[in-house]
Each structure stands twice: as C-alpha cells, then as structure tokens.
T-cell receptor, first 109, second 114 residues
Framework: GQNIDQPTEMTATEGAIVQINCTYQ??????LFWYQQHAGEAPTFLSY??LDGLEEKGRFSSFLSRSKGYSYLLLKELQMKDSASYLC??????????WGAGTKLIIKP | IAGITQAPTSQILAAGRRMTLRCTQD?????MYWYRQDLGLGLRLIHY???????GKGEVPDGYSVSRANTDDFPLTLASAVPSQTSVYFC?????????????FGPGTRLTVL
C-alpha cells in the first residue's frame, strides 16, 4: 500500500528553527509537495522537490532524498503566524497526490 | 472570481437527502479534484478530472458522483447522504504538462449529515 508518515504535532519557540520530517512509500514517485494549512482554511502550496537536495525559499527550505523515501521541511526564524498544519504529499505513478495526515506546529512565544 | 470558489460554505443535511457541492475555477486549469478531509487523516481523493469531459475515481469514490461539462465547473453530488459523509470537502485545480503543477484549493465546504 501507499503510506506517508509525518509527526502528528510539534512545538517550537518563536524565533527558533524547526524541522518537520516526512517519510513515504508510494507506487512510483513524481515529486513531493509541502503545503501549509491554517486552522479552518484551505491548504496552500509551499514547496516542491523532484530531485535530491535542498530547495530554499526565504525562511522555508525543503529537502528530498529519493533513495531513503524521506523529506523534511525546515522553517527558520519562526513567527507566530507559522502556527499551522504542514502537509506532505507525494505524486505517485498515476500523477495523483497521496497525502500525509499533516503535522500540527504550535509556536510558543 | 479570483482563483477557485466553492459553495455552500457549510451545510447541515438530513440523511438520505441529495446534495450537490459546487466548485468553479477561473484559472483555466485542465485538472480538477475533489477531496475530503477528516480529523487525523490526510486529504483523500474522491474523484478527479484531467480535462473537460473526462472524470476518474479516486481513493474513496463510493456514494459520490461528479461531472465536468466545461473547464471551469466541477460539481460533486451525494446521491443519498449518510452520516459517514460528514467531512470538510475541498475542491482543487491544477495545470498540466511541464512544471510542477501544484494544486490550488478552494476554501472548502463543511458538511454535516445527521
């Protein structure tokens, strides 16, 4: 079967750095996405990785290792507005997204 | 319209009733999707459409139907609602072809079936 694993919840301090991990087992791989979802709102796109390595976009970076079936999202200089759920999704061989359950990130002052 | 819209925002429905959730996008995206999101579970694909005139079944299609008469609209119909269909429903769209083609989401419809 297909499976995406990420921690259910994480807590971090304002101004700090946090890494959210995602491991996956899917039928085929055509890219990995990270989305942010604030409570009661729709998911919004953050990043995309299809090749191994690090993609940096401002305070957010995403890393991919295809051989290990592993990705992480790194958030730097955390702000209170970063409190949200972070969703990992893999595009499989049918070009459909398989979604993890999401990681709820709580930021404390 | 800017982006992707859904209607209604929320709905309480009696079991056995028929309900259509509406979704419209103005980005001229070829592909559209319907997901449901339940607490503790990832987004689950109900139905999708790669282009106008075609539809396909996702992971959890039973009890739902869709149509794609044109590029912009992708309604989701519950023929006879059951309590297990209580969920938040998201419609999404994406371009196809070259590029990473991320999905853009509508604001969601919160449906309660009693």
């Amino acid at each position: 079967g297909q499976n995406i694993d990420q921690p259910t919840e994480m807590t971090a301090t304002e101004g700090a750095i946090v890494q959210i991990n995602c491991t996956y087992q899917t039928s085929g791989f055509n890219g990995l996405f990270w989305y942010q979802q604030h409570a009661g709102e729709a998911p919004t796109f953050l990043s995309y990785n299809v090749l191994d390595g690090l993609e940096e976009k401002g305070r957010f970076s995403s890393f991919l290792s295809r051989s290990k079936g592993y990705s992480y999202l790194l958030l730097k200089e955390l702000q209170m507005k970063d409190s949200a759920s972070y969703l990992c999704a893999v595009r499989d061989s049918n070009y459909q997204l398989i979604w993890g359950a999401g990681t709820k990130l709580i930021i404390k002052p | 319209i800017a982006g992707i819209t859904q209607a209604p925002t929320s709905q309480i429905l009696a079991a056995g009733r028929r309900m259509t959730l509406r979704c419209t996008q103005d980005m001229r995206h070829n592909a559209m999707y319907w997901y449901r999101q339940d607490l503790g579970l990832g987004l689950r694909l109900i139905h999708y459409s790669n282009t106008a005139g075609t539809t396909g079944k996702g992971e959890v299609p039973d009890g739902y139907s869709v149509s794609r008469a044109n590029t912009d609209d992708f309604p989701l119909t519950l023929a006879s609602a059951v309590p297990s269909q209580t969920s938040v429903y998201f419609c999404a769209s994406s371009s196809s072809g070259e590029g990473h083609n991320e999905q853009f989401f509508g604001p969601g419809t919160r449906l309660t079936v009693l």
